[in-house]
Structures are given as C-alpha cells and as structure tokens.
C-alpha cells in the first residue's frame, strides 16, 4: 500500500500542495485527475522526490517510511508496484 500523510509541497517558497492525505491499495485501480496547473505532476514528483520541491509530512510503501528515499531508487519501487496495481 501506498500511503501518504499531511504531505505540504513548495516550490520556490510557494505552497504548491497542501495537506494531502490518500491511500493506495493493491489490487485496485486508482485515477488522480484536475485542471491544468492543480497539482497532479507536482504531487507525482514529491513521491519520486524530486529534489528541486522541499516536503512536509510522509509518504510510506508498504509501511516503510519512502519521504526521502532518492528519486532513482523511488522510481524503480513505483514501477513495480504499478504493474502490480494494474494486474
């Protein structure tokens, strides 16, 4: 499961996301949508942890505590759990 708790993003000192709590099961189908300019790339890059956001709150896979876990290492972890959501 993927899970992330009172997750604040910033980009150049502006607050981009804002208290963002979702859980992810396995097995289930998932489908984030919004206008253009709402947050959904910017909440994909806080989860790989891309470097140029600085973050508040946790993300968790599996119970393990993934915040800040390098982007190279993320993205590998969400590949897999991905085809395994889409089994």
């Given at each position: 499961?993927?899970?992330i708790e009172?997750?604040?993003?910033?980009?150049?000192?502006?607050k981009?996301?804002?208290?963002?709590?979702?859980?992810?099961e396995y097995?289930?189908?998932?489908?984030?949508?919004?206008a253009?300019?709402?947050?959904k790339?910017?909440?994909a890059k806080?989860?790989?942890n891309?470097?140029s956001?600085?973050?508040?709150g946790k993300?968790?896979?599996d119970?393990?505590?993934?915040?800040n876990?390098?982007?190279?290492?993320?993205?590998?972890?969400?590949?897999?759990?991905?085809?395994i959501?889409?089994?």
């Amino acid at each position: 499961m993927l899970k992330i708790e009172g997750l604040n993003v910033y980009s150049d000192n502006k607050k981009i996301l804002e208290n963002i709590n979702l859980e992810f099961e396995y097995g289930k189908l998932y489908l984030i949508f919004g206008a253009s300019g709402s947050g959904k790339t910017t909440l994909a890059k806080a989860i790989l942890n891309d470097e140029s956001l600085k973050k508040e709150g946790k993300i968790f896979l599996d119970n393990i505590d993934i915040t800040n876990e390098k982007t190279e290492n993320t993205s590998n972890i969400y590949f897999i759990l991905f085809r395994i959501l889409l089994k």
